[in-house]
C-alpha cells in the first residue's frame, strides 16, 4: 500500500513539473560554444572553443524546421561531443528561428545556400583548412547543394543523414509520385507563396508521419512518469522532440522546395537555380558519404541513394543504421554508430585513420522504399524476420505494376488535352507562337524558361522581352503582314525576335548564314532583316535594312546610322506610343506566319508555313515526346530549319518546358551543360550530334538526366551510336515537310531509320502510286491515282484540312471524286506494320538505265559503317542513263573502309539498288544545319579513277575504277570523254 502511494505522489510531482515546466529538469548543460560569427541570415558556433583540438574542422547543418541545438540535445552523448572526443573541430550553423528575426520570414532556399556556402569560406579563413560539410535531412540537401553551387571548392567531404535526393522515386508514407508532383506545385504556387509554417505545424507534421511511434512513446513517458531516473536519460531528447526543437518555416522556401524539389525532382535532374545561378549535383566532385536509416520513412533508402546517379563523379559511399528519421542523429543508435562513424570517416578522409566498418561504397540498387512492415517493425520494436523475403517480390512486383498504370494514366493526361486543342482548330482560330508564350508567362509568371550560359530567364521576364521588341519593331515601322528576314544564332534574342514577330502579326523569314541571302530574300519579299551583331556585315550586304539585336548587354554597333542599320537594344520601349491598330497576337491559324527554305535538287525554293501548319507540329510533337514543364529541352537545332522551328521550339513552347540553349555543339560543353542545366531532351538536326555521342572522352556516365533525343534526319548509323552511348533514353525522328502539311514520328523508337507513322490529329498522309521514271502518277482503271501498295515506293501526299492552303499545290480528285491533297516532293514506301521509310526525292532519285536507285537505302547501310564519318549519293547524267555515285569519308582517327569492306555491307542490297561508284574522300563538309553538303561534290562530276574509286560491274562484284573500265560500261564513248556523262 505504502509503495502504490508514493507511485501515486511521485506521479503528481513530476505531472506537475512537467505542467509548469513543460518537462523534467534534467541538470544538463549545453556544450561550450562561442558565436563567431552573425549574419542576417545565420549566427556561426564554434564548440569548444577554449580547447581547439587540431583534427579537421566538420560543419553540422541543420534543416529548416528544426533548431540547431539538433546537435547538442544530450550534452555527453551528442554530436559535438562526439565529434569533439575524436579530435575533431566541430562548428554548427544556427539560421536561427525566422519568425523572430526581422524579414526571416521571407528568406527563400537559396538564401540557405548562399548562407551555408559562406559558412564554409569563414570557417576556411579561421583554421586553413578544407572543410567536411555534414547535414542532417534537409540539412543534408542544403549540404548537396551548396557543394553544387560552389562545385566542391574547398570542401573534403560531405556527410548526409538521411538526406533524399531522388525524391520522386520514394516519398514519405508510400505517395504516389504522380499525385506528389503536381500537389507540390499547387502547394507551392498556391500557398506558400502566401504562408508559412509555424513551428507547432512543423512538429505536429512530423509527428504524424510516425504515428505509432510518437503514441507509443507518449505512452511510455506516462507510464514511467513515476521514475524520475528512468525518465531523465531520455527527457532532453523528449522536449527536443516535443517542444524546443522545432522553428518555423518561411513561406519563400518552403514554395522553392517543393517546386525544385520535388515537382520537378531537380535534385536528380540537374538544373536547379541557385542565386540566378544554374546548379547541378553532378558537378559535385568531393567524397560522399550518406548515412541510411533502414526504418527512414522520411529519407527513404531509395531516395537518399539517389545521390549516386546525381553525382557520378564522386566516389559515393553509405553507411546504413538499423533506425528511423531522427534516431540516426540522437539517441543511443546515433551515439553508438552515426556520429562515431562520422568521425571515423573525417579521420579516414583526413588520411589519419582507417575506413570506418560500417562504410562501403554506395551500391547502385533499385529501393522502392521502406515497405509498411519495416515501418511496424521498428516503431514496435519487434523482430520478426519471417517470409521478409517473399514479402519484398509481392510488393516488388506490385510497385512495378502500379508504376506502369500510373504511367500510362499520366501520359494520357498530358497528351490528350493538346490532341483535343488541336482537333478544334480552325482557319479563323486565333493561334500562334506568340500567344501561346503568352499563355505560358500567364500560367507559369516565375518558373524558368530560358538558360543560356548560366542566366536565368522566367517565362515571365521573356514576355516583357517579347512585348518590348514588339514596341521596337513599332517605331521601326513593322506593320502586321510585314515579311521580316531573321538571319541570328540559335540564342534567347533569337527565339524573341521570332516571337515578337508574331506577336505583332508579321511574317517571319528565317534566313541559313550559309544560303544565298540576296535570292532568299527576293524568294521570302522582304527587305528588312532583324539580325544579331555577328551576322551583321552578311545582312547588310544583302538587305536595304537591318535591326541589331541581341550581342549581350554591353556592346557598341559601329554601323549603326539610326536608318539603314538601326541598333535595336538602344530603343527605350517606354517611349513608344503604341498605335491604335495593334492588336496583340491577332495571328489566325491561316494566316502566314514563317517562311522557311529548301532545297529542291539545286534550287532554293521557299516553304510558307501557316500558323496552323505550325501549330500541327508544335502540338502533335509536343504529345509525341511527352513534353511537359518538368522537362528541360536542349535547343541545339538552327531555326532556319524546319526541325527547329517546327518541332523543337514548337514542341517546347506548347509543353511549357524550360529551354537550355548553347553556344556550340562540342563534347566538353555538351557534358557540362547537360548536367548543369538538367537537360531532359536533347534537340537535333542530321548529323548534329556526331562529335558529341562518338567522343571516347565524352564526361556523361549511365545516370544522366538525359531520357530523349528530338529532331529530324539523324543516319541510321549515329542512331545506332546515340542509343548505345545513352541505354537509357531513346531517339524520338520525326519526318515533316518544310511547310508541316505531313509530319511523321518514329515514337517507339524500335525500327531505327524509320520515319515512322503520322502524329495523331495531324494531317493524314497516303502514298500515291508513282512511276519515278517517268515522273508521273500511275491511275486505275477508274482514273483516279492509285495508292502505292505495301513496301512499293509511292510519293507522299497529306490531306488539305484548310480551304486555302497558303503557297501549297493542292490536288483535287486524286484517289476519290472531291477529295483534296497537298504534293509534297518525298519518295517513300509503307511497311506491313504501316511504317514509312523514306527513299528520297522527286529530285535525288538516280534515274539509272536500270530503273530507279533511291539514295536513302544506300546511305542508311553506308552510315552503320564503323569506318564511315558522311556519305552522300547523287546521279549525274540524263534522266534514263543517270550514273549513282557514292562518297564516303572516313571517321576521325579511323582507316579508310576497304573493297572488302564496302562489298559485305552493300551485301544485303539487290545489286541493281547499289551505287555505280563508290569513292573515299577526304572530307564531306556539313551545312549550317548539320546536314552533308553535296555542293563541291557536285562540281567535281563523276571521278573516272584513282586509288580509292570502285565500280559495280555486271555481277554487283566492286572492282577499281579506270579509265578503260568506264569505257568498257559505256560511260563515256572515247578515253579523252570522261566529262560527257557529268
Given amino acids: 500500500m505504502g509503495r502504490a502511494l508514493d507511485r501515486v505522489v511521485a506521479t503528481a510531482q513530476n505531472g506537475l513539473e512537467v505542467i509548469r515546466m513543460g518537462g523534467l529538469e534534467t541538470g544538463t548543460q549545453p556544450s561550450p560554444y562561442q558565436i563567431v560569427d552573425t549574419e542576417p541570415m545565420y549566427q556561426l558556433r564554434r564548440y569548444f572553443p577554449d580547447d581547439v583540438p587540431d583534427g579537421p574542422p566538420v560543419v553540422l547543418v541543420h534543416p529548416m524546421m528544426m533548431s540547431a541545438n539538433l546537435f547538442d540535445v544530450t550534452p555527453q552523448n551528442g554530436a559535438v561531443s562526439i565529434l569533439r572526443a575524436a579530435g575533431l573541430d566541430p562548428w554548427v550553423v544556427d539560421f536561427g528561428s525566422p519568425d523572430k528575426v526581422e524579414g526571416g520570414m521571407d528568406r527563400t532556399l537559396a538564401d540557405h545556400i548562399v548562407a551555408t ?82 513551428g507547432w505545424l512543423a512538429r505536429t507534421g512530423f509527428q504524424l508521419l510516425d504515428p505509432v511511434k510518437t503514441a507509443r512513446a507518449r505512452i511510455e ?196 488535352p493538346r490532341l483535343v486543342r488541336l482537333g478544334q482548330i480552325q482557319s479563323g482560330t486565333r493561334i500562334s507562337l506568340g500567344k501561346l508564350m503568352n499563355e505560358n508567362a500567364a500560367r507559369h509568371g516565375r518558373h524558368e524558361l530560358f538558360l543560356f550560359e548560366d542566366r536565368v530567364l522566367s517565362h515571365r521576364e521573356v514576355n516583357e522581352r517579347i512585348d518590348n521588341v514588339v514596341r521596337g519593331l513599332i517605331s521601326c515601322g513593322v506593320r502586321p503582314g510585314s515579311h521580316i528576314g531573321v538571319i541570328m544564332e540559335t540564342r534567347p534574342s533569337a527565339l524573341v525576335a521570332i516571337a515578337a514577330l508574331s506577336r505583332l502579326g508579321a511574317v517571319a523569314v528565317l534566313l541559313a548564314p550559309d544560303s544565298d541571302l540576296p535570292h532568299a530574300l527576293r524568294l521570302g519579299d522582304c527587305t528588312t532583316v532583324i539580325a544579331d551583331p555577328v551576322n551583321l556585315d552578311r545582312a547588310a550586304a544583302a538587305a536595304d535594312r537591318v535591326l ?97 522551328l517546327l518541332t523543337t521550339l514548337g514542341a517546347t513552347v506548347v509543353g511549357g518546358a524550360r529551354i537550355a540553349l548553347s553556344s556550340e555543339v562540342e563534347p566538353k560543353r555538351f557534358a557540362d551543360e547537360v548536367y548543369r542545366y538538367g537537360v531532359t531532351v536533347v534537340s537535333y538536326t542530321w548529323t548534329m550530334l556526331q562529335e558529341v555521342v562518338r567522343d571516347k572522352d565524352l564526361a556523361i556516365g549511365d545516370h544522366n538526366p538525359i531520357r530523349l533525343f528530338m529532331g529530324s534526319g539523324m543516319p541510321v548509323g549515329l542512331w545506332d551510336d546515340v542509343v548505345d552511348r545513352f541505354p537509357s533514353a531513346r531517339v524520338l525522328d520525326f519526318f515533316a515537310t518544310s511547310d508541316g502539311s505531313a509530319i511523321l514520328a518514329n515514337v517507339s523508337g524500335n525500327k531505327v531509320g524509320s520515319a515512322g507513322r503520322p502524329l495523331p490529329e495531324t494531317n493524314k498522309v497516303r502514298l500515291a502510286a508513282y512511276d519515278p521514271m517517268e515522273d508521273r502518277f500511275i491511275t486505275d482503271r477508274r482514273g483516279f491515282v492509285a495508292e502505292a501498295e505495301t513496301e512499293s515506293v509511292g510519293l507522299l501526299l497529306s490531306s488539305a484540312r484548310q480551304r486555302q492552303e497558303v503557297g501549297a499545290t493542292v490536288l483535287r480528285d486524286v484517289f476519290n471524286r472531291g477529295d483534296r491533297w497537298v504534293t509534297t516532293d518525298r519518295l517513300f514506301r509503307r511497311d506491313s506494320d504501316g511504317d514509312y521509310w523514306l527513299m ?115 555481277d554487283g562484284k566492286l572492282r577499281k575504277l579506270t579509265r578503260s573500265a568506264a569505257l568498257e560500261q559505256g560511260w563515256i564513248e572515247t578515253p579523252g570523254d570522261e566529262n560527257g556523262a557529268g
Fill in 548 to 644: 541589331v539585336l541581341g550581342g549581350g548587354d554591353v556592346r557598341t554597333i559601329a554601323q549603326a546610322d539610326g536608318e539603314r542599320i538601326i541598333d535595336m537594344e538602344q530603343i527605350d520601349p517606354d517611349e513608344v506610343e503604341l498605335p491604335r491598330w495593334y492588336r496583340p497576337d491577332p495571328g489566325l491559324a491561316g494566316d502566314l506566319a514563317f517562311i522557311l527554305f529548301a532545297r529542291a535538287g539545286t534550287t532554293l525554293e521557299k516553304w510558307p508555313v501557316t500558323n496552323h501548319r505550325w501549330a500541327l507540329s508544335a502540338f502533335g510533337s509536343a504529345s509525341a515526346a511527352t513534353l511537359t514543364a518538368d522537362d528541360t529541352v536542349y535547343c541545339l537545332t538552327p531555326l532556319h530549319h524546319a526541325s527547329g
Fill in 840 to 954: 528520297g526525292t522527286v529530285h535525288n532519285v538516280v534515274r539509272s538505265a536500270d530503273g530507279p536507285i533511291y539514295p536513302k537505302p544506300i546511305l542508311d547501310v553506308l552510315t552503320r559503317m564503323e569506318q564511315v564519318e558522311q556519305a552522300v549519293v547523287l546521279g549525274f547524267g540524263e534522266p534514263g542513263e543517270q550514273i549513282a555515285v557514292a562518297s564516303v569519308s572516313p571517321r576521325p582517327g579511323s582507316t579508310a573502309p576497304t573493297v572488302a569492306q564496302l562489298r559485305l555491307a552493300l551485301a544485303g542490297m539487290p545489286a541493281i539498288e547499289r551505287p555505280h561508284i563508290i569513292q573515299i574522300v577526304d572530307h564531306i563538309p556539313l551545312t549550317s544545319a548539320y546536314r552533308a553538303s553535296m555542293t563541291k561534290l557536285r562540281q567535281q562530276g563523276i571521278p573516272w579513277g584513282g586509288s580509292r574509286v570502285w565500280y559495280r560491274d555486271a
Fill in 117 to 198: 556556402s559562406d559558412v564554409v569560406d569563414r570557417v576556411r579563413a579561421v583554421t586553413n583548412r578544407d572543410v567536411h560539410l555534414a547535414g542532417y535531412s534537409q540539412g543534408g540537401m542544403f549540404c548537396y547543394q551548396t557543394a553544387a553551387f560552389r562545385r566542391s571548392a574547398g570542401l573534403a567531404s560531405l556527410i548526409t543523414f538521411g538526406s533524399p535526393v531522388d525524391v520522386l522515386n520514394a516519398l514519405p508514407m508510400g505517395l504516389p509520385a504522380n499525385l506528389a508532383a503536381p500537389g507540390a506545385q499547387f502547394l507551392a504556387d498556391n500557398v506558400f507563396n502566401r504562408i508559412a509554417i509555424p
Fill in 221 to 416: 513517458f506516462v507510464r514511467q512518469l513515476h521514475d524520475r531516473d528512468a525518465l531523465l536519460p531520455r527527457e532532453d531528447q523528449r522536449r527536443f522532440l516535443e517542444n524546443d526543437g522545432w522553428v518555423a518555416w518561411s513561406g519563400p522556401a518552403i514554395a522553392e522546395l517543393l517546386r525544385q524539389f520535388v515537382a520537378h525532382n531537380r535534385m536528380m535532374s540537374g538544373g536547379f537555380v541557385i542565386d540566378d545561378q544554374l546548379v547541378t549535383l553532378a558537378e559535385i566532385t568531393c567524397p560522399v558519404l550518406a548515412f541510411v536509416g533502414s526504418a527512414d520513412d522520411i529519407g527513404q533508402p531509395a531516395a537518399v541513394r539517389g545521390i549516386l546517379r546525381a553525382a557520378p563523379r564522386a566516389q559515393v559511399y553509405e553507411a546504413t543504421v538499423p533506425t528511423g528519421h531522427f534516431g540516426m542523429v540522437v539517441g543511443s543508435t546515433a551515439s553508438n554508430q552515426t556520429w562515431p562513424t562520422a568521425a571515423e570517416w573525417i579521420r579516414w578522409r583526413d588520411g589519419s585513420g582507417d575506413m570506418p566498418n560500417l562504410v562501403h561504397p554506395m551500391d547502385d540498387a533499385d529501393d522502392s522504399g521502406v515497405s509498411v512492415s519495416s515501418r511496424l517493425t521498428h516503431g514496435l520494436s519487434a523482430v520478426v524476420d519471417v517470409g521478409a523475403g517473399a514479402s519484398r517480390d509481392i510488393l516488388g512486383a506490385a510497385d512495378s505494376v502500379r508504376r506502369t498504370s500510373q504511367a500510362v494514366v499520366r501520359e494520357s493526361v498530358r497528351t490528350l
